[in-house]
Each structure stands twice: as C-alpha cells, then as structure tokens.
C-alpha cells in the first residue's frame, strides 16, 4: 500500500508562484509513474501533468503548459509540481497520484493512489 501526502497549498496572489511536494510512503516509489491533478469547486478533477517512473519525457495539459514544472525525486519519495504565473483559474485543490503499471496518464481511472488533496488559492 502507498500513501501520498500532499503539501505546499496556499493562498498567492496572481502572477505569484507556488511549489507543491508529494510525499509517498513505500519503497516502490520510483517505479510509479506520477500525476498532479486538480479539482475546482463544481467541476470534475482534471489532469494537470505528468511524469514517469524514470522522470523523463513529461506532459501537461494545455492549460498550465509554460507555466507548471512537474519534477521527481526518487530518493526522497517525492514528486513536485513548480507553478510560476499563476492564474485565478487555477484555485483548486491539487491532488498527486501514483500509476503503478503505466508511464503516466491524463486519465483519473488510471492511477491507483491517491493523495488528500492541497487547496490552492489564487486570488486576482
């Protein structure tokens, strides 16, 4: 079993930047691939990057594309998502999860893990 544990949110004001850290318990970690997602209130969660177990190619949505840096560490269990020019747009509470098969997708059905969720909070 993995655990995922957010941390990082806040409250910026616009055009600011913010780094959020997930931590996951287990030893397995490196092998997983890794996403950040993102949940507005009344809307669906939605996929916001990407990354593979290697930490190699990455992906985002079109929407945070230029803006976010999705990153990893496996030595310390941990996979980042850098957010510079930040947008009202993007309040939202931001969750990673861990894929255990397969090289990272936008799919929320696709990852096994999941983290509580941090709120972010972009004010104009």
């Known amino acids: 079993q993995v655990q995922l544990v957010e941390s990082g949110g806040g409250l910026v004001q616009a055009g600011g930047s913010l780094r959020l850290s997930c931590v996951a318990s287990g030893r397995t970690f490196s092998t997983y691939a890794m996403g950040w997602f993102r949940q507005a209130p009344g809307k669906e969660r939605e996929f916001v990057a990407a990354?593979?177990?290697?930490?190699?190619?990455?992906y985002y949505a079109d929407s945070v594309k230029g803006r976010f840096t999705i990153s990893r560490d496996n030595a310390k269990n941990t996979v980042y998502l850098q957010m510079n020019s930040l947008e009202p747009e993007d309040t939202a509470i931001y969750y990673c999860a861990g894929d255990r098969w397969g090289s990272g997708t936008s799919v929320v059905t696709g990852y096994d893990y999941w983290g509580q969720g941090t709120q972010v909070t972009v004010s104009s």
């Open positions: 990354i593979p177990w290697s930490g190699g190619a990455t």
